[in-house]
C-alpha cells in the first residue's frame, strides 16, 4: 500500500502515518518528493484496512498494490481449481454446457426440456424454483414444488442440476436437492447468504452483480471460500451501462482477466448477458473462444410461452445447432463440447416420463 | 403497453398477439403502419407481464406506458406520506437531519457522537451494529452489542436511532432496538429481506442499489408496502458510474424525480453518495436545495480513528458548521432545520453518562 | 509516479525501470517488499509518459501520484480566476445566469428571449447558431444569420451573448459575434478546435463530455490554456450513466470537485443536466448550493413550439419565479444573483426593436 | 412514433398533438386508456423531430419505433455492403486483419512493422500520423512525415494503409496518403469531420465513441453515408463503464447488435477494447467468432519502447501466433484468415528497405 500525502502535509502527520503502520506491524518507505511525500507500506496488508489511513490528517489518498482476495487468487493458488459434480468436471479441458429454462414452470415443462438439452449435448440441467423477480407482482416461482420437479428430470436424464438459493431459511431445502447452488447477481453482496453457502457442502456458481467489479466478484467468492467450501465457480452475466441495445452489457473481457486473476473455473451467461435469443449464438461462440470454462444457457421447448425470459430463451432445436457449432469453436482452441446424443434418450426416456406424469 | 411487431411480422403472428392480450382480459388496438405494426394493449396492465409478449414470434419489443409500481406511485396517493418516529416528523416542512458514526465502535464512542450530534440539531442518531463489508476480513461490527450501545446512546439523548439490517435472521433483534431499519445499497434488491421488513411495524429506510434504477428502487419499496408496511423512506446514496473523483456518483437528480413520481419521503445521503468528507458540506446544502426530506450524515468524534469510512466523515465541529448553513439553505425554500441546543445536553449529559459506562 | 512491478519480475527488469527513468532525468526509489518491488519516481514528471514505463517487461502497472494538469490547477494558481466580460464578472461573489434559448430560431425569437431573461436578472443571453445534432436530418442551427440575430439581442439588451462554436473553419466567424465560446460536450477532446480557441482573445466555456472524468475535463482546459488563452470556465451538463429517468445524469458533485481542484469559474446546466423542465428549478437551486459559480439555462417564449430541446426550456414566468428562488439560496451562502429588472427594459426596449425587424 | 400523454392530459392538449402531427404529413391514431391517452403516429417520421411532441403541454414523452437511420440500416439494404481497398474485401467470407503500431515513430520502425505484421497474414497496416492525446505534453505524432513513412511501407509491402484524420484542415493530406481513413473515438460525433469525410472518394472506418451508443454509431454513419460516401465500416473499440481491470469495457455484443441492424462491415479493436496485451489474443479470438468482419490490432516491434500504447501492443511473435488461432477460429465459422507468408518477403524485403532508408 502506498499513502499519497496532500501537497502541505506536515511532518507531524507524515510521522503519525508512519507510526500507525509501524504500530500494525508494517514496515514504512517515505519518499520525499518535491511537491509530495508518500510513504509505502510492505509487509502482510491483508488485515489492514486502506480506511484506516485515508481519513487521517495530511493523507490525500492511499493506493493498494497488493489484491485485496487470496484465498481465490492465483498468485496464491497457480492451477485451475476442477469442479466435479457428478461425474462432470467444471474448469479442465472440456468446456461445459449448463441449459434449461429460466423457471420451472410444470413437471412435463422440465422434464421435456430436460430430455432435450441432454439429448443435445449438455452436461447439467439448469431451472429456477426460487426467483427473485424486479416485481412484486410478477410470478415468484414454483418453490419446492419446483425442486422436486428438477429432481424428477435428474432421474430420468441423469444431469446434475444447478439451480438459485435466495435466502439463508431456505438454503438447506435448496441445499437438499441442487447439485450446484446458484447464487444470483442481486445476491452477489449478501453477505449472511455467502456466509452460509459458505458452510455448506455443495459446489456454488456466484454470479456477478450487475454492477459488479470483477475484483469484488472474487472478493465474494473469498467469502465463500474461506468459509470452507472451496467448490466455486464465477459467472460473467452483463454488467449495467449507458448501453440499452442489449438488456445488460455482457463484459466477455472478465473472462480473461478472471482466468489470470483466479484459479476458479469461469462461467458465462450470453443469455442474461444479451436478453435476446438472436444475440445468444454469437456470444456463446464468443466466449468459448474468449476461454469460458462453462455456459449456462436459457433454453425452454416453448419461448413464446414461457412465463419468464423468453425473449433470451433458445428453443430446443435452435440449441442443438448452437451446439454444434460450439464444438467446432471448442476444437479450433483444442478443446471440447460433448457431442449430440439424440438417438438412446429419445427411445429410452418416454415411457418412465409419460407413467411419472401420469 | 404497446407492443412493437417485427417489420415483416405476419398477420398470423399479430394475431397471436391479439388473443393473448385479449385472454387476459385487456383490450388492443392495433396500428397498421407502413413498416411495422403496433398494437396497443389498455386496461389493468399491473400484473401483466411485458415478457410475455417479448418473447412471442414477430414481436419486436414492448414499451411500457404505465409505471410498474403502484402503491408507492404518486398517481395513486397524491399527498405527501409523513413518517412520525418518537415525535419526529420526516417528510413535513422540517428537513430532518440523521448524523453518527458508520460504526458502532464502542459505548465511549457512541454516545460522545450522540450528544455532539444532537447539540448541533440532528434529529436521529445512525450507526452500524451490523456491518456488510466488502472484505471477508474488515471489522464487521459489534452486532447485539452495538446496538445496545445505540439503545444507551438514546436513552442519555432521546434521539430515535436507525441502524442497518442485514439479513433476515438478525431482523427481530434489530427491529427490537431500531426506531428505523435501514436496508443498505447492497441488499436494495434482496427480496427475502424486503417481504420480511414488509411484516415488522418499523419504519424503514430503503437505500438505493449501487446500479439500481429510481424505478427499481421503487420497485423495491413496493415490496414493503405491498406487504403491509407503508412507513417507507427512499434514500439516494450514490450510484456507480465511470467518475473516480468522487468514490460513488451521487445522484441528487434522483431527488426531484422521486418526489415527483412518489409520495414516499426522500432521504440524501452526501457522505456516502461523494465519500470525501470534503465534499460533504457543499452536496448536503445542494441536497436540501434540490428537495431532500432528509439527510443522512456520517459524523465520528475522531474521524482519523474511525474504524470505517472516516475519510468521508464530519467531526463534530464541521457538522455544528454545516447545521448552521443548512439552516439558511432550509429558510430559503421556507424549510427548517432543527436549531442547535448546545447548553442544556452539555451540562445534564455528563453525569448519568460517567455512571453509566462505570 | 510509482512503478508496480509484478510479483516475479527479475532484477533485470527492476535495473531497467530505473535506467530508463534516470535517463530521463527522475529520481528514483525502489522499494522491495515480500512479494513485489515498487519503484518511486521523484521529480518533475508533467512531461514524461507513464505508458513509456507500462509496457516495460516485468511492469505491472504505473500509478500517478500528481496531476497531470499544470496551468488550470489550483495547486499552481491557488486563487479563483474571474473572468470578465462587457462588465459581468463570472468567478466572483455574483451567482451569473446566462439564460436563452437551445437554438436561435428567428430574430423575433432572439429578442423576446433576451428581452424576457433580462428582465428576469440573467446577465448573458446564451443561443446557438451552429447546432451539432445527433441526426444529419435535423435541424442543424441558422448559422451566420443567427449570429447576426444574437448580436441584434445584444444590441437591444446589452447582454453578452455566448454561442457555440463547433469547427475551426467557422471559427473566426463565430468569435467576431460571440462575446464567449462555448465548446460542446461533444467536441471536449476536439483538441484541434480547443488548440484554435486556445489562439483567439475570446473567454471560452468548455463543457464536460457525456464520459469525460473532471479529470479530462481539466486536462481538456488545459490545451486551451497551455495555449495562451487564459479565460476559460468549465461547465457541468451531465454524462451519461444507466439511469434513464434523466436524460443525463447531472453530476452536480463536480462542481466542488473542480473549485477544489482548479481554479478556474465552474458553470452548471441543469436543463442539460437533467433534460426535463419539471427538473429543472430543484437542479438549479441545488447547483447554487453546491457552489457554482454561474448557470446556463434554457428559455424559451414558447418551449412548445421549440425546434430543439424544447422539453427542458423554461418558458419566461417559470424562468422569472425560478430566479427569485435562486436569489434566496444565494443569499444563503453569502452570494447574490441580480435582481429583476422588468420595467425599464420593457418600455424602452419594444420601440427600437420593432424597428429593427421592420 | 408514439405520443404518451401525462395522466391528466386534457383533451385540447390532445387535440394539439393531433393537429401538430397531421400538419406535418402524418397520421394519427389516438388510444384513449383508463389513466392516459396514447397517440400513435404512422408515416415517414424520419424527418420528424421526437423534440417538438415532446416539449409539448400534456405531454409525458415519446417513444420511437421505427430506427432513426436510414441508409446505414438493413431494412433500407438488406445485403452485406462489401468494402474493397487495393483487392482487400472487407465484409466478405474472408476476416480482414489489420494491423500495426499506435504511432508511426520512424521510417525504420514502421517498415519494420509493416513486413513483420504481412509476414503474419495482415492484410492492411495500421499507423497513426496524427494523435489525439489526452495531455497536451504529450507526443502528437509525426504528421505530414508519418504519411510519408507510411507510404513507403506501403510500397514495401503492397499493403493498403489506415490512418487516422483529425481534424477538416488536414483531411486533404490524410486522404492524399490513406487508403482507409479512420474517424477515431473522440470524434465520432464531431460533425463536421463526418461532413467532409462523406464528401470525399476514400473508405471511412468510424469508431464508437467512448460513451456511443450502437444507434448513435450508426446515426454517425449516417452522416457520412448521407453525403455521399457508401463505403463506411464502423469499428468497436471499447465504452466506458465503471469497471477498472480493463482500459475500457470492449463491448463485443455490438458485434452481433450491429450486423443485425446494418448492412456496414464491422471492426473490432481488442487492442484499445481490452488495453492490456494479455487479455488481446482471447479478445480477438471472442470477435472474430462473435460474428466481426475485420480485427484492427497494435502491434510494434519493440512495445516495451512503444511511443505510445506499448501495453496494449502484441509483438511479432505474438501477433504471428494469435494469427495461428484465428485462422482455425475463422475456419470453426467457414470463413478464413489470410495465411502466413513468411518465406518470400523475408528474402525479397530487405533489399529495397536497406536502398530505402539509406
Same mark, same amino acid.
Given at each position: 500500500?502506498?499513502?499519497?500525502?496532500?501537497?502541505?502535509?506536515?511532518?507531524?502527520?507524515?510521522?503519525?502515518?508512519?507510526?500507525?503502520?509501524?504500530?500494525?506491524?508494517?514496515?514504512?518507505?517515505?519518499?520525499?518528493?518535491?511537491?509530495?511525500?508518500?510513504?509505502?507500506?510492505?509487509?502482510?496488508?491483508?488485515?489492514?484496512?486502506?480506511?484506516?489511513?485515508? /481519513?487521517?490528517?495530511?493523507?490525500?489518498?492511499?493506493?493498494?498494490?497488493?489484491?485485496?482476495?487470496?484465498?481465490? %487468487?492465483?498468485?496464491?493458488?497457480?492451477?485451475?481449481?476442477?469442479?466435479?459434480?457428478?461425474?462432470?468436471?467444471?474448469?479442465?479441458?472440456?468446456?461445459?454446457?449448463?441449459?434449461?429454462?429460466? %423457471?420451472?414452470? %410444470?413437471?412435463?415443462?422440465?422434464?421435456?426440456?430436460?430430455?432435450?438439452?441432454?439429448?443435445?449435448?449438455?452436461?447439467?440441467?439448469?431451472?429456477?424454483?426460487?426467483?427473485?423477480?424486479?416485481?412484486?407482482?410478477?410470478?415468484?416461482?414454483?418453490?419446492?414444488?419446483?425442486?422436486?420437479?428438477? /429432481?424428477?428430470?435428474?432421474?430420468?436424464?441423469?444431469?446434475?442440476?444447478?439451480?438459485?438459493?435466495?435466502?439463508?431459511?431456505?438454503?438447506?431445502?435448496?441445499?437438499?436437492?441442487?447439485?450446484?447452488?446458484?447464487?444470483?447477481?442481486?445476491?452477489?453482496?449478501?453477505?449472511?447468504?455467502?456466509?452460509?453457502?459458505?458452510?455448506?457442502? !455443495?459446489?456454488?456458481?456466484?454470479?456477478?452483480?450487475?454492477?459488479?467489479?470483477?475484483?469484488?466478484?472474487?472478493?465474494?467468492?473469498?467469502?465463500?471460500?474461506?468459509?470452507?467450501?472451496?467448490?466455486?465457480?464465477?459467472?460473467?452475466?452483463?454488467?449495467?451501462?449507458?448501453?440499452?441495445?442489449? *438488456?445488460?452489457?455482457?463484459?466477455?473481457?472478465?473472462?480473461?482477466?478472471?482466468?489470470?486473476?483466479?484459479?476458479?473455473?469461469?462461467?458465462?451467461?450470453?443469455?442474461?448477458?444479451?436478453?435476446? *435469443?438472436?444475440?445468444?449464438?454469437?456470444?456463446?461462440?464468443? #466466449?468459448? #473462444?474468449?476461454?469460458?470454462?462453462?455456459?449456462?444457457?436459457?433454453?425452454?421447448?416453448?419461448?413464446?410461452?414461457?412465463?419468464?425470459?423468453?425473449?433470451?430463451?433458445?428453443?430446443?432445436?435452435?440449441?442443438?445447432?448452437?451446439?454444434?457449432?460450439?464444438? !467446432?469453436?471448442? /476444437?479450433?482452441?483444442?478443446?471440447?463440447?460433448? @457431442?449430440?446424443?439424440?438417438?438412446?434418450?429419445?427411445?429410452?426416456? @418416454?415411457?418412465?416420463?409419460?407413467?411419472?406424469? #401420469?
Amino acid at each position: 500500500m502506498i499513502v499519497v500525502m496532500k501537497p502541505g502535509a506536515t511532518q507531524a502527520e507524515i510521522n503519525a502515518v508512519i507510526q500507525r503502520a509501524e504500530g500494525l506491524g508494517v514496515k514504512t518507505h517515505p519518499i520525499y518528493g518535491d511537491n509530495r511525500t508518500v510513504i509505502a507500506l510492505v509487509g502482510d496488508l491483508t488485515r489492514i484496512s486502506r480506511e484506516a489511513f485515508n /481519513a487521517m490528517d495530511g493523507v490525500h489518498e492511499t493506493v493498494r498494490i497488493q489484491e485485496p482476495y487470496k484465498l481465490s %487468487s492465483r498468485t496464491a493458488h497457480p492451477h485451475d481449481t476442477i469442479i466435479e459434480v457428478m461425474g462432470v468436471k467444471i474448469g479442465g479441458p472440456e468446456v461445459v454446457v449448463m441449459a434449461g429454462p429460466c %423457471s420451472v414452470e %410444470s413437471r412435463a415443462q422440465i422434464i421435456e426440456a430436460a430430455i432435450g438439452v441432454k439429448e443435445a449435448g449438455a452436461k447439467i440441467l439448469r431451472g429456477g424454483a426460487f426467483k427473485p423477480r424486479t416485481s412484486p407482482y410478477s410470478f415468484q416461482g414454483l418453490g419446492v414444488k419446483g425442486l422436486e420437479y428438477l /429432481a424428477e428430470a435428474r432421474e430420468v436424464t441423469g444431469l446434475p442440476i444447478i439451480t438459485e438459493v435466495t435466502t439463508v431459511e431456505t438454503l438447506p431445502i435448496v441445499a437438499e436437492y441442487a447439485d450446484i447452488l446458484q447464487i444470483g447477481a442481486r445476491n452477489m453482496q449478501n453477505y449472511g447468504l455467502l456466509h452460509a453457502v459458505g458452510k455448506v457442502q !455443495r459446489p456454488v456458481m456466484l454470479k456477478r452483480g450487475m454492477s459488479g467489479t470483477v475484483e469484488e466478484l472474487l472478493m465474494c467468492a473469498e467469502y465463500i471460500v474461506s468459509n470452507g467450501n472451496y467448490n466455486v465457480m464465477v459467472c460473467e452475466r452483463g454488467i449495467r451501462t449507458y448501453e440499452t441495445s442489449t *438488456r445488460n452489457t455482457f463484459d466477455l473481457n472478465a473472462v480473461p482477466v478472471l482466468k489470470q486473476r483466479s484459479h476458479l473455473p469461469v462461467v458465462a451467461d450470453p443469455s442474461h448477458g444479451t436478453g435476446y *435469443r438472436e444475440y445468444v449464438p454469437a456470444m456463446s461462440r464468443a #466466449a468459448v #473462444a474468449a476461454g469460458a470454462d462453462a455456459l449456462i444457457l436459457e433454453i425452454h421447448p416453448d419461448p413464446d410461452n414461457a412465463v419468464s425470459d423468453g425473449r433470451q430463451s433458445l428453443d430446443l432445436k435452435e440449441f442443438a445447432d448452437l451446439m454444434t457449432s460450439l464444438r !467446432r469453436i471448442a /476444437a479450433a482452441l483444442d478443446r471440447s463440447v460433448a @457431442p449430440a446424443q439424440p438417438a438412446p434418450l429419445a427411445t429410452v426416456a @418416454p415411457a418412465p416420463l409419460v407413467k411419472a406424469i #401420469a
